[in-house]
């Protein structure tokens, strides 16, 4: 069985400061892993998604992951914060043939003057 | 592209009742799955519907079922509404079935059951 584990479930940064949010899963095959952002009362955008074809993926809106096949982490960052990166954030996983995604509990992201 | 359409955006409803939920892909979409997002359970998978047949099953009782149309629109059926059964349902599409294929949110469903 696949799973992600979040560290954190709130996270708050200053505006222009680093952006960390962490991301480790469990998967007994290859993964794949995605990170979704929530706004207030929507649904979810995909901000970036790891297929295999590169460990660092660039996403939108400046953000990027790492996959780190020995710490079993896709950890999101970006350089600098953004008021209106405000929300919650989704690490989640497939593997094998399925569609279905696995999606961890969230991290909400507050950003602070 | 237009992007996922659900309907209706929201909905009370009291237990006991039944409801049907409706969701539009994007077009050339030929995967719908379903999702339920709750304070308590967070996000959790509940079906995916492919070429209009059940391709995967979330771990949900009966009274959630779904179906696919040949034009690729889905709807999903709750019977027999319970106070837990209160909700954001967000449906997502993709172009086909695969744990690599890139699902599409719609902005979701909000039920509450009274």
């Known amino acids: 069985a696949q799973s992600v584990t979040q560290l954190g479930s709130h996270v708050s940064v200053s505006e222009g400061a680093l952006v960390l949010l962490r991301c480790n899963y469990s998967?007994?095959?290859?993964?794949?892993l995605f990170w979704y952002v929530q706004y207030p009362n929507q649904g979810l955008q995909l901000l970036l998604k790891y297929t295999s074809a590169a460990t660092l993926v660039k996403g939108i809106n400046g953000f990027e992951a790492e996959f780190k096949k020995s710490e079993t982490s896709f950890h999101l960052t970006k350089p600098s914060a953004h008021m209106s990166d405000a929300a919650e954030y989704f690490c989640a996983v497939t593997t094998g043939t399925a569609s279905k995604l696995t999606f961890g509990t969230g991290t909400r992201l507050q950003v602070t003057l | 592209k237009a992007g996922v359409t659900q309907t209706p955006r929201y909905l009370i409803k009291t237990r006991g009742q039944q409801v049907t939920l409706s969701c539009s892909p994007i077009s050339g979409h030929r995967s719908v799955s379903w999702y339920q997002q709750t304070p308590g359970q967070g996000l959790q998978f509940l079906f995916e519907?492919?070429?209009?047949?059940?391709?995967n099953k979330g771990n949900f009782p009966g009274r959630f079922s779904g179906r696919q149309f040949s034009n690729s629109r889905s709807e999903m059926n709750v019977s027999t509404l319970e106070l837990g059964d209160s909700a954001l349902y967000l449906c997502?599409?993709?172009?086909?079935?695969?744990?690599?294929?890139?699902?599409?949110f719609g902005p979701g469903t909000r039920l509450l059951v009274l």
């Open positions: 997502a599409s993709s172009l086909f079935s695969g744990p690599q294929e890139t699902q599409y």
């Open positions: 998967s007994s095959v290859p993964p794949y």
């Open positions: 519907y492919f070429s209009e047949t059940q391709r």
